[in-house]
C-alpha cells in the first residue's frame, strides 16, 4: 500500500506557475505508475497526467499538455506536477495517485486506486 500527501496548492493568477508536489511513503513506490487527477466544484474527478514506474513514459490529457509536466524521484520518493500557463478552468482540488498494479505504464486511468487528500488549486482570471 502506497501512502500520500500532497503540497505545493495556491491561488494564482491566471498565466501564472505552480509546482505540486506529492510525498509518498511505502515500499511498492518505486514499482508503481503514478498521476495526478483533479475535480473541480460540482464535476467528476478527471485524469490529468501519468508517469510510469520508470519515469520513461508520460501521458497528459488533452487540455493540460504543453502546459503541464509530471515528473517523479524514485530515490525520495516524490512526484511532482509542474504547471504554467494556469487558466481559470484549472481551477480544482488536485489529488495524487499510485496504481494499482506493479510496473504498469500509468496509461490506464481506471487503475490507479490510492489516493491522496488532494490539494487546492485557484486560478483567478
Known amino acids: 500500500q502506497v501512502q500520500l500527501v500532497e503540497s505545493g496548492g495556491g491561488l494564482v493568477q491566471a498565466g501564472g506557475s505552480l509546482r505540486l508536489s506529492c510525498a509518498a511513503s511505502?515500499?511498492?513506490?518505486?514499482?508503481?505508475?503514478m498521476g495526478w487527477f483533479r475535480q473541480a466544484p460540482g464535476k467528476e474527478r478527471e485524469f490529468v497526467a501519468a508517469i510510469s514506474w520508470s519515469g520513461g513514459t508520460t501521458y497528459y490529457t488533452d487540455s493540460v499538455k504543453g502546459r503541464f509536466t509530471i515528473s517523479r524521484d524514485n530515490a525520495k520518493n516524490t512526484i511532482t506536477l509542474q504547471m504554467n500557463s494556469l487558466k481559470p478552468e484549472d481551477t480544482a482540488v488536485y489529488y495524487c495517485?499510485?496504481?494499482?498494479?506493479?510496473?504498469?505504464?500509468?496509461?490506464?486511468?481506471?487503475?490507479?486506486?490510492?489516493w491522496g487528500q488532494g490539494t487546492q488549486v485557484t486560478v483567478s482570471s
Open positions: 511505502g515500499r511498492t513506490f518505486i514499482s508503481r505508475a
Open positions: 495517485a499510485a496504481d494499482r498494479i506493479d510496473y504498469g505504464s500509468g496509461a490506464d486511468p481506471s487503475l490507479f486506486g490510492s
